[in-house]
């Protein structure tokens, strides 16, 4: 990792339940917005709106250990913020939400830009707001010196092979897809690249942070290292089919050939 300089942020989304009724946390953090996130430290954790949840951003990590502590640090501040307003936080991915708290301009707004597909060389369609399901991402953002289109666009084929495909076998929603995180989906950034097809479910355990940065960094490497572009010739068409299909028999099959040749070209 010193190697490289790579570092890793996030930007997850909860939810707020209200004992097992998912309701809407707007007005709760009292101004942090998706254009304005309101600083609760001063080392850069931020925690704004999105919809009717809960968001925060970390700063960047170099470690797996500061990775671990910003998001616990996040996670604590907006477990105290929701049970001083009666609430609690929710581990659910995906919700059909009572339309009640579904009413105002914010709770009605679908993403604030959109967001690009690497495998459709195009924007992603953007999701109706005609529907009561909204969900929770667990975006990645990745950081590395020297940032070029190109090799972020490997990054987010890299990111799918060995973090989003794996992570079927983590994450039992089969939902949010419908509305968002389709494999491939990213953002270039001036740093780097967001990946965008991650919910939030690894913001549920440590084990699972670690399992998200660990992966994360073995994707990274391996495109910096040079060794992505015939894994990507070979499995990325495979690849989008089976998280789309959420085909786990398929996923099994499919880790581990990539990690098999993954060993024949190291």
């Not at 970390?58 to 929701?82: G, M």
């Not at 995906?94 to 579904?102: D, F, Q, R, T």
Request: aromatic fraction near 10%; glycine fraction near 6%.
């Amino acid at each position: 990792m010193k190697k490289y300089n790579i570092t890793l942020g996030a930007d997850p989304e909860i939810f707020i339940k209200n004992e097992n009724e998912i309701v809407s946390a707007e007005g709760l953090t009292e101004g942090g917005t998706k254009y304005s996130p309101k600083p609760i430290s001063e080392l850069g954790h931020m925690i704004q709106e999105d919809g009717i949840m809960f968001e925060y951003n970390i700063p960047p990590c170099s470690t797996k250990e500061e990775w671990v502590q910003n998001h616990k640090f996040c996670l604590n501040f907006l477990s105290d913020l929701a049970k001083n307003n009666g609430f609690e936080l929710s581990n659910v991915v995906s919700a059909e939400v009572n339309p009640i708290y579904l009413q105002t301009p914010q709770a009605s707004t679908f993403g604030c830009e959109p967001d690009f597909n690497v495998y459709l060389k195009d924007q992603n369609p953007t999701p109706s707001n005609k529907t009561n399901l909204r969900c929770a991402g667990g975006h990645v953002a990745i950081g590395y010196e020297n940032p070029e289109f190109e090799i972020s666009e490997k990054i987010v084929y890299a990111f799918d092979m060995f973090v989003v495909l794996p992570a079927l076998f983590k994450d039992n929603d089969t939902r949010r897809r419908e509305l968002y995180g389709k494999p491939g989906s990213f953002r270039v950034k001036d740093w780097g690249v967001e990946c965008r097809a991650l919910s939030n479910f690894w913001i549920q355990s440590e084990e699972l942070m670690n399992w998200v940065f660990d992966q994360t960094i073995k994707a990274v490497t391996t495109v910096l290292d040079g060794n992505i572009d015939e894994l990507i010739q070979e499995f990325s068409k495979e690849v989008n089919e089976v998280i789309l299909n959420y085909d786990l028999e398929a996923a099994s099959k499919l880790i581990n050939k990539i990690e098999e040749k993954v060993l024949i070209n190291n």
